[in-house]
């Protein structure tokens, strides 16, 4: 049995019919950690403090110190936001060669399933 698609699709783009795209539940979890790793504070209209920054504390210059606020920051930008949806089990968050990742396992609580995801943007030189 297949899961319902009920949720609209990031980023929006119309399906093989010519309507909006639907995603399942799962993957729109997904679509929504994807949308607050990579907004900035500020980028919203209505929610000026959606978001994590991440992308800016990519260009500090690298340490442990760096690294430790990364993950602060986007661990609690995650359970502001997705707090009672998900709950994160591990976080890495790594910029090599002009590309970010992350590195994400997490518990969907409605399903007490485990999901990893690898989150990937290019960093602008």
Request: proline letters at 6%; hydrophobic letters at 40%; charged letters at 25%.
């Amino acid at each position: 049995m297949t899961t319902p698609r009920t949720q609209l699709d990031f980023p929006w783009h119309y399906d093989e019919h010519g309507r909006t795209a639907l995603t399942d539940d799962d993957d729109h979890l997904r679509d929504m950690v994807e949308q607050v790793l990579f907004t900035s504070p500020g980028e919203r209209v209505n929610r000026p403090d959606f978001g994590c920054g991440l992308l800016q504390l990519v260009f500090a210059p690298n340490s442990p110190e760096l690294a430790a606020a990364v993950e602060f920051t986007v661990r609690a930008a995650l359970q502001r936001w997705l707090g009672d949806l998900l709950e994160v089990l591990s976080l890495e968050v790594a910029a090599e060669d002009g590309t970010l990742r992350v590195d994400l396992a997490y518990a969907v609580r409605r399903t007490a399933t485990t999901t990893t995801a690898t989150f990937t943007r290019e960093v602008p030189a």
